[in-house]
Each structure stands twice: as C-alpha cells, then as structure tokens.
C-alpha cells in the first residue's frame, strides 16, 4: 500500500470513529433533562452545558487550523468552551446560568464545528496530496 493510499485509510478511520464518538455523546447528553443543563451538579465543576459545548470545541481547537487550515468563526465561544469560566482566586465558581449561551446558540455553534470539520476531512479524504500542509500526507 503506497502511502497516500495508508493516510487516506488512516484519516477515513479517524473520521469514522469521530463519527461514532459523537453518536455516543450525543446518546449522553440527551439523558440529561433540558432544565437541568444549567445545573452544576458538583459545585467545583462547571455547568451541564458547558460540557456540551466542550466536546466539540476540543476536537475544534486541535484539528480545525493546525490540521486543516479552518479560521474560527466563533472565537469568544471557541475560548468559552475550552476552558470554561474559571472561579476567581480558586474559590468556588460563582458564574450563572445566565452567564451562559442559550441551548440553541450552543447547538448552532456544535452543528457548524461538526459540519466545517468533517467538511475538511472529506476533502482531505478525496484528495490527500492537496490542501493544508499538515494534513498531506509524506510523498517521499
């Protein structure tokens, strides 16, 4: 198998698991009754929702420009959902819930991540040897 032919394997099982992976978050979240996603449920960690936001961000903040060359398009909630809203002076957290974006500004915000991304690696899917530099693959 020649090497373009291994990356594109390799990215089409990455993206295949990332798929599934979501599916299993998403089967997680929907357990947790719509009013309670502003609950903190324990005291030193942060809201439900915030955790619904975080998921995509993660995968957001380490693929979308390193690997794919993406500029963000929601900054304040690329930073919101990476680190969260930290206590002051570690105490406990005293934000509220409606310190918070609205559900439906966090879906929207989840549903674009989720669609620029497996945009991109569709494309490097169908052509590997083009696009964002950290995402060809070696020629040599």
Known sequence: MGAVAAATRIRNDIHTRLLE?????DE???????DALYNRPIRERHRIIFYIGHVEAFDWNLLAERAFGLKPFRRELDQLFSFGIDPIEGGLPSD???DWPERQDVDRYVRRLRDELDQAIE???AAPWEG???SAPCLQ
């Open 21 to 25: 992976a979501r599916t299993r978050t």
């Open 28 to 34: 997680i979240f929907r357990v947790v009754r719509e």
């Open 96 to 98: 509220t819930p409606a």
């Open 123 to 125: 494309r490097s899917l």
């Open 132 to 134: 964002h530099p950290n």
